[in-house]
């Protein structure tokens, strides 16, 4: 019972390591997704089958859903090609990046 709990808490803190080292708005979503949708997913695999079989099935369904779900769910709207810049005042604001294309020189 040890190693299963231990093997799970690694592969929780492997996801997790995962997730932060995502590097666009997608990768993020489908990270924090699959998370979720693991998590989720495992508690209801124990809830309804009340075994580690059903809890792993779970967890792995859920991730699957949530990566899907978080992937879909990204917006579309920016091209990616903004950049962040801040005023001398110290605020902060984003804008066409200067020099990659987005005008702005």
């Known amino acids: 019972m040890n190693i299963r709990l231990t093997a799970i808490v690694v592969s929780t803190l492997l996801a997790v390591s995962v997730a ?33 079989k059903s809890t792993v099935v779970g967890a792995a369904g859920g991730a699957l ?26 605020s902060i604001y984003e804008a066409p990046c200067e020099g990659n294309g987005g005008g702005g020189y």
């Open 20 to 52: 932060g080292c995502a590097t666009s708005e997608q990768n993020q979503r489908a990270g924090t997704g699959a998370l979720i949708g693991g998590g989720v997913g495992a508690l209801a695999g124990q809830a309804l089958g009340r075994d580690t």
């Open 65 to 90: 859903l949530g990566a899907a779900i978080g992937t879909a769910t990204t917006p579309r709207g920016q091209s990616g090609n903004y950049c962040r810049y801040q005023r001398r005042d110290g």
